[in-house]
């Protein structure tokens, strides 16, 4: 087991074209909800998680949940290390001054909404930098802009294609130009490129139990994606059962087998410079 995953809400605000994530208004993480979820399941999978990662939505926006969350799980005694994915836009001097304290939460950026000066004082942070098939030379740009202050910051770089969307034969080509670009400017600033760490049996979503809003814990963080229902209920966890997990198959009844076929094409070209 590598790591459990907690949605503490699924409200976001930012509506971002490339997000395959599922937004819900009003579904918010209660301190009562993750309470139980901890005491029910977590505390099952506790010895062999070594990340708890914390979900959007986004995720800031149920901050104190963050904060409770955090103190709660080191008080029952996990030791592991935390993520948290956030666009940034709510990361404030307090939430900064916070997680710079505690080198244990990895905050993981949305570079798509540019440098946040106060994200500068945070030492354990990584910049996704999402590319596009419309425009992958976009990220190259980004990256020139962004590098000098990440850099300075020690902060680490995620190159991600974007999944889940059809890439034509000469937008691939393009990505392998522009990621090409992108690891020798980095290497050439030594900046840490994140991917090399990071893996999963189905890309951009994580491997291990994932608790939703609402208190429903899933076999895999595909829950946090607009799926069918009875993918959805076959993926429910049930602590102590064989439990369902997802892989291409469901991929391709969620998304049409057009756009798996680029996911997997796009991963092929980045894995080509980050696994080298």
């Known amino acids: 087991m590598q790591c459990f995953s907690y949605v503490v809400t699924r409200k976001c605000n930012k509506s971002c074209s490339l997000c395959p994530v599922k937004r819900g208004k009003n579904s918010m993480m209660s301190p009562e909800i993750f309470k139980k979820i901890s005491g029910d399941v977590f505390s099952i999978f506790m010895d062999k998680t070594e ?10 926006i149920n901050f104190s949940l963050i904060c409770y969350g955090y103190e709660y799980l080191k008080r029952q005694g996990f030791s592991g290390k935390f993520e948290i994915g956030t666009n ?5 001097r307090e939430k900064a001054e ?7 939460i990895q905050v993981n950026v949305n570079a798509s909404f540019g440098w946040n000066k106060e994200a500068g004082i945070i ?13 992958p030379e976009e990220t190259l740009n980004k990256l020139y802009i962004l ?8 902060h680490r770089v995620n190159l991600l294609p974007a999944a889940y969307c059809e ?7 393009r990505l392998d130009f522009v990621l090409e670009k992108c690891m020798k400017y980095l290497d050439k600033n030594n900046i840490s490129l994140e991917n090399k760490k990071r893996t999963g049996s189905i890309p951009l979503f994580n491997d291990g139990p994932a608790a939703d809003c609402d208190g429903t814990v899933y076999s895999s963080n595909l829950c ?42 796009a991963g092929e070209i980045l894995n080509k410079y980050v696994c080298r």
């Open 51 to 60: 990340t708890v990662k914390f979900f959007g939505g986004e995720p800031l």
């Open 88 to 92: 940034g836009t709510f990361l404030d």
């Open 98 to 104: 916070w997680l710079a304290a505690r080198p244990d």
């Open 123 to 135: 030492k354990n942070a990584i910049w996704n930098f999402c590319i596009s098939p419309d425009n």
């Open 147 to 154: 590098a000098p202050e990440i850099a300075v910051a020690g």
């Open 167 to 173: 890439w034509l034969p000469l937008q691939l080509r």
């Open 224 to 265: 946090l994606a607009d799926i069918p229902e009875k993918i959805k209920e076959k993926i429910i966890l049930v602590p102590g059962d064989k439990n369902y997990y997802p892989g291409p198959a469901d991929l391709i009844e969620i998304y049409g087998r057009k756009k798996i076929v680029s996911t997997y094409a």
